[in-house]
């Protein structure tokens, strides 16, 4: 933006006019902001002194909050390099989003947006540049990876993510995963900080992966977060089970070869779950609703069966689990909430 262009956008905007003619895009604005009131070399003040030239700190500066406040904090970080006063407002707007999205590449690229935004930012480096704004924070962090598995066309080695990002730099309460390998979910989790977490959701990954799952409920992120979602697990075992010990909720499908003893276990075990206020199972087993409450010792009333409720006494405890338990094609799905 020219020097011409950018005076009458100022003197517009100071007499409050916001009826232009023209797109103003905010890295259009941030462009002129930082060119405009960069200091000159001092031959070039020599020469070209106009007394009258607007400067960016004669701006009001509630103007100066509403161009700083509509830009996001990749555009706002040019801001924080023409001054320290402007630098200083800036860092003054807190930048919370409401969600961001990270992409990870087949060829080791980062590509990532923010809430609703079309605008894709890219490049290496870039994004490490936000754990260095103050207050940075994102509500729902979506992570993805594409292309990963397999052979690639130009057959990009495989790197590590924490060769292109630092681990734990971002605070985020609510992570989305949806990666092909738990390898990919775990270092993808690493980007978020662990204390700061509230929930997870991982989406269904590989079939062959599911023995590798032990090494997602050692992250710092799994044992520190409440709320767990996770939408594929082979089999069921007590022992993976007792991961989501420490958890307020959690939701999980399972699958696989089940027995009635099964069922069993399950409602022995979550009934040790001393913070659980509730969750779900999906249970894709092969076992119809009438056998599952039979295996529990539950009273089947007669003719047909689609849901069925049920209230279990845990041993020496006055705290009992609710059982709801929904017929649903080839699963059943099971809700449990704790009464205290």
Same mark, same amino acid.
Request: proline residues 6%.
């Given at each position: 933006m020219a020097y011409m262009d950018y005076e009458n956008l100022? #003197?517009?905007l100071s007499r409050g006019e916001t009826d232009f003619e023209i797109e103003l895009k905010p890295e259009a604005i941030v462009e002129a902001l930082v060119v405009n009131t960069m200091p000159m070399h001092p031959v070039e003040e020599i020469f070209h002194v106009d007394p009258g030239q607007k400067n !960016? &700190?004669? &701006? $009001?500066v509630s103007l100066m909050f509403k161009i700083a406040g #509509? !830009?996001? $904090?990749?555009?706002?970080t040019a801001l924080r390099s023409v001054n320290k006063a402007i630098k200083n407002l800036a860092d003054s707007l807190p930048p919370v989003f409401e969600s961001m999205s990270i992409a990870w590449t087949s060829c080791n690229s980062l590509y990532w947006k923010f809430n609703d935004n079309p605008t894709e930012h890219f490049g290496e480096g870039k994004l490490e540049k936000l754990s260095n704004i103050p207050g940075f924070k994102v509500n729902n962090l *979506? !992570?993805?990876?594409?292309? *990963?598995c397999g052979r690639t066309l130009f057959n990009y080695p495989k790197t590590k993510l924490a060769d292109v990002l630092p681990e734990s730099f971002l605070n985020a309460k609510n992570v989305d995963i949806n990666v092909a390998t738990i390898n990919d979910a775990i270092q993808l989790l690493s980007i978020a900080k662990p204390g700061d977490l509230e929930s997870i959701r991982l989406w269904p990954v590989d079939r062959s992966e599911g023995e590798?799952? @032990? +090494?997602?409920?050692?992250?710092?992120?799994? +044992? +520190?977060? +409440? #709320?767990?979602e996770i939408l594929s697990l082979q089999g069921f075992d007590v022992e993976v089970l007792s991961n989501f010990s420490h958890l307020k909720s959690f939701k999980i499908k399972l699958s696989g070869d089940f027995v009635e003893e099964d069922f069993l276990r399950i =409602?022995?075990?979550? %009934?040790?779950?001393?913070?659980?206020?509730?969750?779900? !199972?999906?249970?894709v087993s092969g076992f119809q609703i009438r056998e599952i409450c039979k295996a529990l010792g539950i009273k089947i009333p007669l003719g047909s069966l689609k849901t069925i409720t049920h209230r279990y006494q845990i041993p020496e405890s006055n705290k009992c689990l609710d059982f709801k338990i929904e017929s649903g094609? @080839? %699963?059943i799905l099971m809700k449990i &909430? =704790?009464? =205290?």
């Open positions: 100022y #003197n517009q !960016l &700190m004669n &701006m $009001p #509509n !830009l996001d $904090p990749v555009e706002r *979506r !992570l993805r990876s594409y292309g *990963r590798h799952f @032990p +090494k997602f409920f050692n992250t710092e992120q799994f +044992k +520190k977060t +409440k #709320n767990v =409602r022995e075990t979550i %009934s040790t779950f001393e913070d659980l206020e509730k969750c779900e !199972l999906r249970i094609g @080839p %699963s &909430m =704790r009464i =205290r």
